[in-house]
């Protein structure tokens, strides 16, 4: 299973770090899972979907 994840958008990182923090580090930024969606489908859709947004104002979270 993997530990860290690392999501880009147009070339630029939106979120890299613990794999388990993703979707609550989106959710605090505005964007929330929607209840029954599965975490992996619902970041692949936000990524797709809304790339140059995201890609502007999202940062990644720390490394630790």
């Known amino acids: 299973m993997f530990d860290r ?3 880009l ?3 630029q990182t939106i979120f890299f770090g613990k794999t388990g ?7 605090e930024i505005g964007w929330k899972c929607p209840p029954l969606w599965n975490a992996a ?3 692949l859709d936000l990524i797709a ?12 979270i720390s490394e630790d």
């Open 49 to 60: 979907t809304v790339s140059f947004w995201i890609g502007r104002y999202a940062m990644k």
């Open 5 to 7: 994840l690392h999501l």
């Open 21 to 27: 923090d993703a979707v609550k580090y989106f959710e």
């Open 9 to 11: 958008s147009d070339g």
């Open 41 to 43: 489908d619902f970041l």
